[in-house]
């Protein structure tokens, strides 16, 4: 990566099996994932916690993103902090029944133990989890609850899941050639901060803001921010170790201010190799062990759309027609659905119709009508003629967007 000029900084910018090698490879890598996410500290908050400013040499923001593209760190282990806050309604735990839908889990569905329905408990809320990697073939991550815990462990080709509640375990595969790595989103640190910096381009200012201590490590304080007026994005902070080049702590704040949406930050870190017996694992006994290919079979036979049309295909061609609008932070995805009507409102969407219509506002343009389903972060607009527009913006840069494509 070049050098930039300055601190305030702008750049310009089928068959089944392998089918199968990406769904499996998708739901296997979430201790990797996860461990990416604990690790780059996709986090945020207002301001980093810090107990003093640390005295550091003086950086450029160029340098900073030379350091965190050039760090190595593979071995870690630690603690980290997860707090999301994506103001999403209060449904009554109903949200909760849909994602359990969404993922297959519930009465004949499958495992507690599997790891694509713990993911959904990040999403919201506050959460502690211990971490510990040593190199790409072996991570831990453990979820922290009341009385119990979920832990979830790659070694070599295997992946476990254990919750400690239920007693039951779930236990997949993963390809030892690595093919399934390179199928497998960012993992680690490294790949989280360049996937951050594929964001900055001549709408993106970025600087260093001093330094700052977490989990009592010395850092800097990156701070990139759109420049563009219309995104939610209000700014995006990465703590950088200032030993190893490893964010410690990453926060985005709403340009509506308050909270920050998404707090993810090391509170214990050191990057000593862990124990071997880290990432071993036996089933205790009477656990109930499922694997991944009687996971399969349990929500084929429970009428679940598992075999066949699998639901990432149908969404696939649903977005055929996926189209992006405008650039860098205010980047809009547009698809048009073909369900014309649009969603259910007033007499004709009955009871259904009031429940949406109570999550969403309606709105008006040229384009016509439509409902806006508003997070702190991402908004999206269906439209009566069932197009979709969504994007990390307003509601006013939807209706302008929707307008524009009538």
Request: charged share 25%; net charge negative.
């Amino acid at each position: 990566m070049a050098p930039y000029e300055s601190e305030d900084m702008t750049t310009e910018g089928e068959a089944d099996e392998p089918r199968t090698r990406r769904r499996r490879a998708a739901r296997y890598v979430v201790p990797v994932t996860v461990m990416g996410l604990a690790a780059a500290t996709i986090g945020l908050v207002p301001a980093l916690a810090d107990s003093g400013d640390p005295d550091l040499p003086e950086i450029t923001a160029a340098q900073l993103i030379e350091k965190i593209a050039q760090s190595d760190v593979e071995q870690l282990s630690g603690t980290v902090k997860i707090t999301t806050d994506l103001g999403l309604p209060n449904l009554g735990g109903l949200e909760s029944g849909l994602a359990s839908g969404a993922m297959g889990q519930g009465e004949d569905g499958g495992s507690s133990a599997d790891p694509s329905a713990k993911l959904t408990e990040l999403a919201s809320g506050t959460h502690t989890l211990r971490v510990a990697a040593d190199g790409p073939d072996r991570q831990k991550v453990s979820l922290l609850e009341n009385a119990a815990e979920y832990s979830l462990i790659h070694n070599g080709k295997d992946v476990w899941g254990y919750d400690s509640a239920s007693n039951e375990v779930y236990h997949g595969t993963v390809d030892e050639s690595g093919e399934d790595r390179e199928q497998q989103p960012p993992a680690t640190p490294k790949d989280f901060a360049e996937e951050a910096l594929k964001s900055v381009d001549d709408t993106t200012s970025v600087t260093v803001d001093g330094t700052a201590q977490v989990a009592g490590r010395d850092a800097y304080k990156l701070v990139v921010k759109p420049r563009q007026s219309g995104s939610t994005v209000g700014a995006i902070s990465i703590a950088v170790d200032h030993e190893t080049g490893m964010p410690l702590k990453f926060t985005l704040t709403p340009s509506s201010g308050g909270a920050a949406v998404v707090d993810v930050g090391f509170t214990k870190v050191g990057f000593d190799r862990p124990a071997a017996s880290t990432f071993e694992f036996t089933p205790p006994k009477g656990a109930e062990v499922t694997e991944d290919g009687e996971l399969d079979q349990g929500r084929e036979h429970s009428g679940k759309p598992e075999k066949g049309p699998k639901p990432e295909e149908d969404l696939g061609k649903g977005l055929d027609g996926l189209k992006m609008l405008g650039e860098g932070w205010n980047s809009i995805a547009t698809f048009d659905t073909g369900a014309e009507g649009g969603l259910p409102t007033g007499e004709a969407g009955g009871d259904l119709g009031g429940f949406l219509g109570s999550l969403g506002d309606r709105v008006e343009g040229d384009f016509g009508t439509g409902t806006v389903f508003s997070t702190r972060l991402v908004n999206a607009l269906i439209t009566e003629d069932g197009k979709v527009y969504a994007g990390a913006v307003t509601k006013d840069a939807l209706v302008k967007a929707a307008d524009a494509g009538k």
